[in-house]
């Protein structure tokens, strides 16, 4: 009997420990990854965005912050300086990159999605579709089952291209038709979308 007590309590000591060290391990690799868990009302959602010139960045921020969730940023492993973003030269690298159905620009960070099952995805639009760094992203991680609620901000094209091209890369994920965005879009904007998905 004294035995068997003696049993339970270690298990219960290793069972504590093994979960508080899996909490460590994502909060350690958070801060490495540049996450900020704003507050913590919704531990199943993320808000994940890609934004060269901050117009993306902004809208991401305004959403972490009114669904108090996590938020990450897809850091490309060579940033984009403004020539490479230059749209005017067929040459520049955005441009080469989204006429090369094989460009996966690689990134630089990892991004922690445990007990994550909703995914907000921010991008900028480019030449109509998803920069391919969203490519490299959607086929690092695997989405099954999640929802993945596209955003996206852009001079005037629509979202739903983009859309399309998520759903082919993610078919088993559930996608939003999701929201385009102007870069000065207000809190109240931001604020009316998420409401009316209910979550
Ligand atoms: C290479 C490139 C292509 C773009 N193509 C489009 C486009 O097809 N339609 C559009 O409305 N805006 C286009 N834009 C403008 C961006 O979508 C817009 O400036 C966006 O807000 C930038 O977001 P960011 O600041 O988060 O990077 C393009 C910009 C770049 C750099």
Request: glycine share 4%; with cysteine; proline share 4%.
């Amino acid at each position: 009997m004294k035995i068997k007590k003696i049993f339970v309590s270690l298990m219960t000591l290793l069972l504590c420990g093994c979960s508080m060290s899996s909490v460590k391990e994502r909060n350690s690799s958070n801060m490495k990854n540049h996450s900020s868990s704003i507050k913590s009302e919704h531990d199943n959602i993320k808000v994940v965005y890609f934004s060269c010139t901050k117009n993306t960045q902004k809208i991401a921020v305004k959403m972490a912050n009114d669904l108090e969730c996590s938020i990450d940023e897809i850091i490309p492993y060579v940033p984009y300086t403004n020539e490479d973003l230059d749209y005017l030269d067929d040459t520049s690298r955005a441009n080469l990159e989204q006429n090369d159905n094989n460009a996966r620009p690689a990134i630089q960070n990892t991004i922690d999605f445990n007990d994550i099952d909703t995914l907000f995805l921010g991008y900028p639009i480019w030449w109509g579709k998803l920069p391919k760094i969203i490519y490299t992203f959607l086929e690092t991680y695997n989405f099954d089952s999640d929802t993945i609620i596209p955003f996206c901000t852009s001079g005037g094209s629509g979202i739903s291209n983009s859309v399309s091209e998520i759903r082919q890369l993610e078919p088993n994920a559930i996608v939003l038709n999701g929201q385009r965005f102007a870069s000065n879009a207000s809190d109240s904007m931001v604020k009316s979308f998420i409401d009316s998905l209910n979550l």
